[in-house]
Every structure is written in structure tokens, then in C-alpha cells.
């Protein structure tokens, strides 16, 4: 047999789990792995332009395009849109303009006196 990278191998590589049940089947086990918050593992097919998309913008942030698509897919869970964002960054754009300005005024105004 190969060597195995796994370092949980050695541990268990003589156990038999021939009569294992699946997680699915075994509901401590769902359990906990709800309340650990674990990720699932899926294969999925996607347009490879949609790929691209995440890829290119997980290079340009320095992140993971899988991050990128689980938080794109989060989103679309809670049920927010693309216009809820972009209505977010606006605000956050004005309110930071608008905080810059009036800080400004006020030095101009201290400078004067």
C-alpha cells in the first residue's frame, strides 16, 4: 500500500469500518457536524465564463475563488441582490465623502479663528 499523507492514517488504519454507517444515517454525527459549522464537500458544474469570473477576482483580492463563490452563494441563501449591495456601497461611499467634506470645513473653520 502507499504511503498515506493523511496524519489521521496511522491512528486508524487497522480498524475495520465494514459496518460503518454513513454520516447521513448516524444523527449524533449530523449533529455535530451542524453545530461545528463544518463545510461540505460537492462537485458542481459551472459556465466555465463564471469560473473565470471568480478566479480573476480571487487574484485580484488575494483570496480563494471557492471563498469568493461560497459567500456569492451565502448571499443568494439570505436573499440578497446584487441592487442591495451596490445600494450599501453608495451609502458607505457618500457617507465617507461627506464625513471627509464636513471634517474639512471644520479645520478650514479652526484655521480662520
Known amino acids: 500500500m502507499k504511503n498515506n499523507s493523511d496524519k489521521m492514517y496511522e491512528k486508524f488504519k ?4 465494514a459496518n460503518a454507517q454513513p454520516v447521513a444515517l448516524t444523527t ?3 449533529r455535530l457536524q451542524a453545530m461545528a459549522g463544518v463545510k461540505s464537500r460537492i462537485t458542481m458544474r459551472v459556465d466555465s465564463s463564471v469560473l473565470a469570473v471568480f ?5 485580484l483580492l488575494g483570496g480563494s475563488y471557492q471563498t469568493l463563490m461560497n ?3 451565502k448571499q443568494f441563501a439570505q436573499g ?11 451609502r458607505e461611499a457618500v457617507d465617507a465623502c461627506l464625513t471627509s ?3 474639512g470645513r471644520a479645520k478650514a473653520a479652526r484655521r480662520s479663528t
Do not use: G, P
Open 80 to 90: 440578497v441582490t446584487l441592487a442591495d449591495m451596490l445600494n450599501h456601497t453608495v
Open 71 to 73: 459567500d456569492a452563494l
Open 101 to 103: 467634506r464636513s471634517s
Open 14 to 17: 487497522n480498524l475495520d469500518f
Open 28 to 30: 449524533q454525527l449530523q
Open 55 to 59: 478566479r480573476a477576482r480571487a487574484e
